[in-house]
Structures are given as C-alpha cells and as structure tokens.
Nanobody, 123 residues
Framework: QEQLVESGGGVVRAGESLRLSCAAS????????MGWFRQAPGKEREFVSC????????YYADFAKGRFTGSRDNAKNTAYLQMNSLKPEDTAVYYC????????????????WGQGTQVTVSS
C-alpha cells in the first residue's frame, strides 16, 4: 500500500528553521512530482512547493520564495522541505503529496497524500 509519512514539524520561534521530511513507501515515487501544501485553521489548503521527478526543477509559492527549499533523494524515496526564516503566519499543518509527472499548483491533481505534520511558529 502506497504511503507518505511526514515528519520534522514542531514549535519554533520566528526566524528559526525546520526541515520537513516526507518518506514514501509501497512503491517507488520516482515517476511522481512531489508537492508540499499547508493548511492553517479556517483556511483552504494551499500550495507551498513542488519538485520535479528528477529533482532538477522546483516551484514555490510567492510566500515561500527565498525562504523555503524543496529537495528529494530518490534513492531513499524521500522528499524534503527546508524552511528558513519562519514567520508566525507560516503556522499550519504541512502535507506532502505525490502527483503527476510534472509539477502543478492544484491540490486536486495529486494522487497520494501524507497525514500532515504541524508547524507552529511563535512570535
């Protein structure tokens, strides 16, 4: 059974960093683009970042540009999201997802989802 499991969330202060991991199992996710989304209380789930199958191309939401960096290690079937200079408005549950071969901003295009990991940033 295909499964994505996020880890690395936690409680940090503004300006600090976190590195989220997304471990895939049940199949090789090499053919899939790996996306990151987040959902704050009372808000829609929104796109954060996506990395292509090879890891050679990444896309970011405007709020993530310059602060967040996506990567993947296909040998380990794992994707990562390095988040620096965190702000209180980054507080949300962060989800990883595996989608079509090319990156897309639409959450509806992703086939597999993790359970999410909570990120809380205090001021």
């Amino acid at each position: 059974q295909e499964q994505l499991v996020e880890s690395g969330g936690g409680v940090v202060r503004a300006g600090e960093s976190l590195r989220l991991s997304c471990a895939a199992s049940g199949r090789a996710f090499t053919p899939y683009a790996m996306g990151w989304f987040r959902q704050a209380p009372g808000k829609e789930r929104e796109f954060v970042s996506c990395i292509s199958r090879s890891g050679g191309t990444s896309y970011y939401a405007d709020f993530a540009k310059g602060r967040f960096t996506g990567s993947r290690d296909n040998a380990k079937n794992t994707a990562y999201l390095q988040m620096n200079s965190l702000k209180p408005e980054d507080t949300a549950v962060y989800y990883c997802a595996a989608g079509p071969g090319i990156c897309t901003f639409s959450k509806n295009a992703y086939d597999y989802w993790g359970q999410g990991t909570q990120v809380t940033v205090s001021s």
